[in-house]
């Protein structure tokens, strides 16, 4: 038997892509006319000339595409450099290109952030290796911008322990490893009086040396669900729970603004070896509320893991049964996860929930 095989002449034109491959020409590669030919006719001998063939338009390649968009002005960018980093101190350049996303800020077209820092040596400083690039100020440290930053924190509430301004400091989102060592190493900055740490220069305050502070469970406040309780939830307008473990500070502000609204109630909760002091003036407004029913200090029986959140989600529930539809629940706190539990399940349950880092009203 015979079998005849018809080999049909095959070529590139005759491949069609939908949607068409954007393709080098051939002629442009390594021995293209060879292998061109090669696949025009799979017999073609190695000494037999291509056959001639109309020149082949090819669209000009896509240039880069940046995910910033044109550059609104350069000036514009490297000012809010510098303003992050005067504040911040060397950062990671993942974080500040961020920062700059967020304030809307765009870099020039095809110049990424490192080739925009490493273009301006004498403002800012590229450091770290590829994978861990940081930005800084030309002539300034990360000590700098810390120090300059516990300054701040001094002169707007005077004089403290060193222990309490890193938590004001954390509070900001600042945190500074060896806080004492720096705040000595900065004598020219920073005088120390009675274990007490304060700016220089910084105005006398009336009154002399700040009034003694308190430690919140001296107090002696009431951790108990009774009926005084029962009826404030029942009336209140806003129920303001402070997660005290992280955000101590901000129940002075919330215990002065419960004394100025007669609708709000405060529920403080920390772990049992948390144990934070208040100003004189807020000790009082504390006991005051304490006594009103519109405030419990809570803790666990045993300091377990997770307990203080446990206690907070079964208090909220217990609030949440108590009080009217029309009222408000607000969450101050950074833990993430009682936002999943406590706050999402509020919501679910037809519940208006904010979650602030502090109260936003001034104390009257």
């Known amino acids: 038997m015979l079998l005849v095989f018809h080999f049909h002449r095959l070529s590139l034109d005759d491949i069609s892509l939908d949607p068409p491959l954007t393709v080098h020409p051939l002629e442009s590669l390594p021995h293209a006319r060879t292998l061109r030919h090669s696949i025009s ?3 073609a001998t190695a000494g037999e000339k291509p056959p001639a063939r109309a020149a082949r338009h090819h669209p000009t390649p896509r240039a880069r595409v940046y995910c910033c968009s044109p550059s609104r002005h350069e000036d ?6 510098s303003a992050y980093l005067e504040e911040r101190g060397r950062s990671p350049l993942a974080l500040l290109g961020e920062h700059l996303r967020t304030m809307g800020l765009s870099l020039p077209e095809k110049q990424s952030l490192s080739q925009f820092v490493a ?7 590229l450091s770290g290796s590829a994978n861990s690039r940081k930005v800084g100020l030309a002539g300034r440290s990360t000590a700098d911008a810390l120090a300059a930053a516990a300054a701040d924190v001094l002169r707007a509430h005077g004089p403290m322990t060193a222990a309490e301004l890193k938590i004001r400091l954390s509070e900001g989102g600042r945190h500074i490893p060896a806080l004492s060592t720096l705040l000595r190493r900065r004598g020219e900055m920073f005088a120390f009086e009675d274990g007490a740490v304060s700016a220089r220069g910084a105005p006398a305050r009336d009154g002399g040396a700040p009034a003694p502070l308190v430690r919140l469970r001296a107090l002696a406040l009431p951790s108990a669900i009774d009926a005084p309780l029962a ?7 806003e129920v303001v729970a402070i ?4 955000k101590a500070f901000a ?3 919330a215990v002065h603004r419960a004394a100025c609204t007669p609708g709000v109630l405060v529920l403080a909760f920390c772990s049992r070896a948390h144990n934070p002091r208040l100003s004189e003036s807020c000790a009082a407004g504390a006991k005051k509320l304490a006594s009103e029913g519109r405030m419990r200090l809570v803790m666990p029986t045993r300091d377990t893991k997770n307990a203080a959140d446990f206690v907070m989600s079964f208090w909220m529930g217990w609030v949440h ?3 009217s539809s029309s009222t408000k629940f607000t969450l101050i706190s950074t833990d ?16 208006s929930v904010s979650v602030a880092d502090h109260s936003t009203d001034a104390p009257c």
């Open 41 to 43: 006719s799979p017999f």
């Open 76 to 81: 514009q960018v490297l000012s809010a450099i």
């Open 119 to 125: 273009a301006r040596p004498h403002v800012l400083t």
């Open 231 to 237: 009826a404030a939830a029942a009336r209140a307008a």
């Open 243 to 246: 997660d005290l473990d992280n």
């Open 251 to 253: 129940l002075e502000r």
């Open 321 to 323: 049964a108590q009080a």
């Open 336 to 351: 993430m996860h009682l936002e999943r539990t406590v706050v999402d399940t509020l919501r679910r349950e037809g519940r």
